[in-house]
């Protein structure tokens, strides 16, 4: 029951930190802010976490969500859970580097993730320079 509370809480955090982007509020001040900046990289962190989260969700039950060329020998649930975090950072901000790849679910999964990853910055600028025409 538990696991289920937290995988939604965790897709409800990623869907509303989305969202954020393509909501109709004005970008405040200059268009590159620190403020702007800011905003653009909590929505990242908090996307970045949030897809690290359900990878390990997925795994503590049973799922497989990828294979490492080169595992540690101890895998503690928290070197588990900053290698999930290092896999969504890569699959989020490129295409990543290759010692890490998904399987099954994980796939569908990194492809979400990589398609939210191409379209934050491209949103992000949309929305700074059609706010700022009005």
């Given at each position: 029951m538990l696991y289920m509370i937290v995988f939604a809480f965790t897709v409800y955090c990623i869907v509303m930190s989305v969202r954020t982007i393509f909501i109709p509020n004005a970008i405040k001040g200059k268009i590159v802010?620190?403020?702007?900046?800011?905003?653009?990289?909590?929505?990242y962190i908090t996307i970045l976490i949030g897809f690290g989260l359900i990878y390990i969700l997925l795994e503590t039950k049973g799922y497989e969500v990828m294979v490492e060329a080169y595992p540690l020998p101890d895998?503690?649930?928290?070197?588990?859970?900053?290698?999930?975090?290092?896999?969504?950072?890569?699959?989020?901000?490129?295409?990543?580097?290759g010692d890490i790849a998904p399987i099954g679910i994980g796939r569908i999964?990194?492809?979400?993730?990589?398609?939210?990853?191409?379209?934050?910055p491209a949103a992000f600028v949309a929305k700074a320079f059609i706010e700022k025409e009005h």
């Open positions: 802010s620190l403020e702007n900046f800011l905003y653009l990289a909590f929505v895998d503690s649930f928290f070197d588990r859970f900053v290698t999930y975090i290092y896999f969504s950072a890569v699959t989020l901000f490129s295409v990543g580097y999964i990194a492809m979400i993730e990589a398609l939210i990853g191409y379209t934050i």
